[in-house]
């Protein structure tokens, strides 16, 4: 083999699941990605040996490759083979806050602080929030990297009478632990899930090229009184992250 070929650990499979094997194939190559295990750049085994490896046939292993392919974790590069691109960071749908999945994950989050002021709810703003438009509200804009690469342009309009905090503070934590550091924890939210092209501005500040895919989430939150904490609105790299649903038939 190849000293530049990064060989596969052999990975349990289940073979009285339902899950197909290919798709258990891909997700333990994308555990491996993701841990590190097998690094940005490096290039993986040729079908046949990583069908040798993991003791299943060919086109399984050609299935779960392209799998990843598709997901845009893996590359096939004429003349080099088929290489990892980037781990993307996936994050379940659920009430947390991307600091803390970050940290969840072992994926080093940065934070700089873009904006920190006060200024007029907008309409937007104060319907979510249910006060009256104009209303003064913490506005901050926060730039969060992971792993050293930006990941995503975040915006957030705060009730004056939640939350009282500085650029430091920002710095070094995620927006829901202060919230909870101050007393309000967020039980319930709405949120929407859409996508967009990056403007000029969102794709320098990201480092993508303009017109490049972004995903975007909308998210108004509330405690359990039902005082509403924050109002977001996110931009997150379409190369670099995806949202991560579980399902079950009623």
Known sequence: MPSDLTPVRPVHLDRSSPVPLYYQVATR???????????????????????????VSRPTTRRAIQYLVERGMLVRKRGVGTQVVHPKVRRPVELSSLYDDLVAGDRSPRTDVLDLRVIPASDAMAAALSIEAGTPVTWIERLRFAGGEPLALMHNAIPLDVLSVTEADLASHGLYELLRMAGHVPRIATQVIGARSATAAEARTLDEKRGASLLTMVRTAWDASGQALEYGSHLYRASRYSFELNLSAG
């Open 29 to 55: 190559l994308q555990e491996l990605i993701e841990k590190g295990e097998i690094g940005v750049g490096a290039r993986i085994e040729n079908e046949v040996d990583l069908a040798e490896r993991l003791g």
